[in-house]
């Protein structure tokens, strides 16, 4: 894959002296949590990045590698995310994006860089759910209805986003209600079994968000299926899975 540099973020890159691979790999930052370590002895960790009041989120992976059938001897987990990024972005789906992308094979490592913008005045679904029922009912149906809109944008176009979950919604008060876009797109992959991967896809939002109540849900539902027809199907569904996920050991 052919390294990427964003056209808005070169020339402040550039200036920094931090436009390439090496330069972004060698940079000394503090990590954001502990490094994530893979099976085989791979890993992954995040750093924040601050550049003349732009803020960015670097990820750095050494033989943090997934496999697939497309990719059976594996590829970093960041290649996969960064193509999904793009891939968003050419959909028109709300969600990160990249300043930076590259890999290279160095000393028996695969080794990547992931730059990307953070969401600055943006604020994570998780965050707001901890004084969920204090929020007026006006904004709290807002908010399930940007999570709902989101959803229904991502199925509408073919992806299933695979971590839908409310630490990867993130949302900003708007004049007309809530903005709403994704972030953590490593496991999406095309949606291709219709009902079936969106009951899936949906369903840990569900689990994930104790405090909504059933007006919440169907709220949420109105909104991903563009009216309230059906909501009840969609109910019994998603209630099915959450009752079927909750039995497994």
Known sequence: MKDFIGA??????????????????????????????APRGGWSSVYRLDLDGRVYYLKRQSNYLTRSLARPLGEPTLAREFRNIRRYQRLGIP??????????????????????HALEGWQD???????????????????VSACGALARRVHEKGQLH??????????????????????????????????????KDLEPLLRRTNSWNEADHVGFLTAYLGSGKDVDHWLQRLTARLKDKAQRP
């Not at 004084?131 to 009912?137: E, I, K, S, T």
């Not at 990867?168 to 219709?194: S, W």
């Open 125 to 143: 679904l998780d965050s707001w759910l901890p004084g969920w029922r204090q929020l007026a009912d006006e904004q709290r149906q807002a908010i």
């Open 95 to 116: 969600a990160m994006s990249a300043a930076f992308y590259a890999e290279r094979h160095i000393a028996g490592e695969r080794r990547a860089v992931l730059l990307t």
């Open 8 to 37: 808005d973020d070169q020339a402040l890159l550039e200036r920094h002296g931090l436009a390439s691979f090496e330069a972004l790999w060698s940079l000394e930052l503090h990590a954001v949590d502990e490094p994530n370590k």
């Open 162 to 199: 695979g971590c839908f979950y409310p630490k990867h919604i993130f949302l900003q008060p708007r004049e007309d209600g809530f903005a709403a876009q994704l972030i953590d797109l490593e496991k999406t992959r095309p949606l291709v079994l219709g009902e079936r991967d969106r009951v």
